[in-house]
Every structure is written in structure tokens, then in C-alpha cells.
């Protein structure tokens, strides 16, 4: 049985790093897809948000963050970007990954401790 987890990003304020980010992790496939884009509009106009978000899977319970990190590994930007991910088993990781494309994962907790 896979695992089935859901991730956020930060507000990314450097559009170019949100398109590659956005662009790494649009895997569209059984394990990785990004949702839409998320809007808001100041009546006027409407803009999008840069911060991406979706579902994200593995085979191994609490194991969803790979998946992310084998996306995002050696992806290059110009700032740090991090990740938020909740698993399927109520684990919650934080994955942060710097300019460079190193990353860095560290375990948050289980939503049951909270």
C-alpha cells in the first residue's frame, strides 16, 4: 500500500525561484503533483500566489519526504526554500533546501503530540 502525504512551500518572494520550484515538483504522476496555482485579487486584478503546494507519496509509512527531496536535490535557486510535510501517518517533516540544492530534512513531530 503507498502512503499518501500533503506539502506546502513558504511564501516564495523570488519568482524565479517559485517557477523552478513550482516546475521540480510538478511531477503529475502517482507519487508527486503540485495543485493549482492559488490566487487572490484586490478586486481589480488577480494575482498569483507563489507558494506551492499538493500531494506527495511513498511506499513506506512516514516516508513521504523523500519523494520531495529526490525532486528538489541539486535543483538550483537563489534563495533557501522550505517545506513543510505532513504525512499520511501524521508525521511532520520540515525540509529545507538551500541555494545550492543541497537539503536538509528535519522531523517535527507527529500531529498526535500536538
Same mark, same amino acid.
Given at each position: 500500500m %503507498?502512503?499518501?502525504? %500533503?506539502?506546502?512551500?513558504?511564501?516564495?518572494?523570488n !519568482?524565479?525561484?517559485? &517557477?523552478?520550484?513550482? &516546475?521540480?515538483?510538478d511531477?503529475?504522476?502517482?507519487?508527486l503533483c503540485v495543485? #493549482? #496555482?492559488?490566487?487572490?485579487s484586490? =478586486? @481589480?486584478?488577480?494575482?498569483?500566489?507563489p507558494?506551492?503546494? /499538493?500531494?506527495v507519496?511513498?511506499?513506506? @509509512? /512516514?516516508? @513521504?519526504w523523500?519523494t520531495?527531496?529526490?525532486?528538489l536535490? =541539486?535543483?538550483k535557486t537563489?534563495?533557501?526554500v %522550505? !517545506?513543510?510535510?505532513i504525512?499520511d %501517518?501524521?508525521?511532520?517533516f520540515?525540509l529545507? &533546501?538551500k #541555494?545550492?540544492?543541497?537539503i536538509? !530534512?528535519k522531523?517535527? /513531530?507527529? !500531529?498526535?503530540?500536538?
Amino acid at each position: 500500500m %503507498s502512503e499518501r502525504g %500533503s506539502f506546502t512551500t513558504q511564501y516564495i518572494y523570488n !519568482i524565479e525561484d517559485y &517557477k523552478t520550484v513550482r &516546475k521540480a515538483l510538478d511531477g503529475d504522476d502517482r507519487f508527486l503533483c503540485v495543485s #493549482p #496555482p492559488a490566487t487572490w485579487s484586490n =478586486g @481589480e486584478m488577480t494575482f498569483e500566489m507563489p507558494i506551492v503546494s /499538493g500531494k506527495v507519496g511513498e511506499m513506506a @509509512e /512516514g516516508m @513521504e519526504w523523500t519523494t520531495i527531496e529526490e525532486a528538489l536535490r =541539486g535543483v538550483k535557486t537563489n534563495e533557501k526554500v %522550505s !517545506i513543510v510535510i505532513i504525512c499520511d %501517518s501524521g508525521s511532520i517533516f520540515l525540509l529545507a &533546501k538551500k #541555494p545550492n540544492g543541497n537539503i536538509r !530534512i528535519k522531523y517535527l /513531530g507527529d !500531529i498526535d503530540d500536538a
